[in-house]
């Protein structure tokens, strides 16, 4: 909009000129014709200056407008700028804390580790590479929480004693009866 503003003013100053030029010849001319054919000219010059001065109020108003947005824009720029900082802490918090958990859950896991026979260890290692790190399903409400196939009853009655270990026939997952699920 500077530019063309610029370029505007430039055009300007030279119709001005222009027009000085015009209206000397207006007093020097010989015949009605040579009048006419200038006083034209001069008139199409007048219209030119108009348009361009119209324009260059058009240009300025713009530019504030503009200028304004601008300047709002930074003043929003600033704050997202301080909410990125502050959310990026928060973050960085909920990291350090979530890191902290699993520190506490891996112990909490070489505990649990310790007390187990070492063919049920690998068995759980066994299916929990083959089924995405998920090796132990529920079998709250009849079926297998991993596959959701159907378990008999009298098979959830076994589970939920806990007397051995048992697998999903389907998808071959441990099967745990849930006491949170009660
Ligand atoms: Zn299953």
């Known amino acids: 909009m500077q530019v063309e503003e610029k370029n505007n003013e430039l055009e300007l ?64 720029m600033v704050q997202l700028r301080e909410d990125l900082k502050e959310n990026g802490a928060e973050l960085q918090e909920k990291i350090n804390a979530s890191s902290e958990e699993e520190k506490l859950l891996e112990q909490e896991r070489s505990i649990v580790l310790s007390a187990l026979n070492g063919n049920h260890i690998s068995a759980y290692e066994r299916i929990r590479a083959a089924k995405q790190g998920k090796a132990v399903a529920a079998c709250n409400g009849g079926v297998c929480g991993g596959c959701f196939s159907y378990i008999p009853p009298q098979k959830v009655t076994e589970i939920k004693n806990m007397k051995r270990i048992y697998f999903c026939e389907s998808c071959g997952r441990i099967l745990v009866w849930d006491r949170n699920e009660e």
């Open 13 to 76: 100053a030279s119709r001005r000129e222009q027009l000085k030029k015009y209206e000397a010849q207006l007093y020097q001319v010989k015949t009605n014709k040579e009048y006419d054919a200038i006083a034209q000219e001069t008139e199409t010059t007048k219209k030119a200056i108009d348009d361009l001065e119209n324009a260059i109020l058009t240009a300025e108003e713009k530019i504030e407008s503009l200028k304004q947005t601008i300047s709002d824009n930074e003043k929003t």
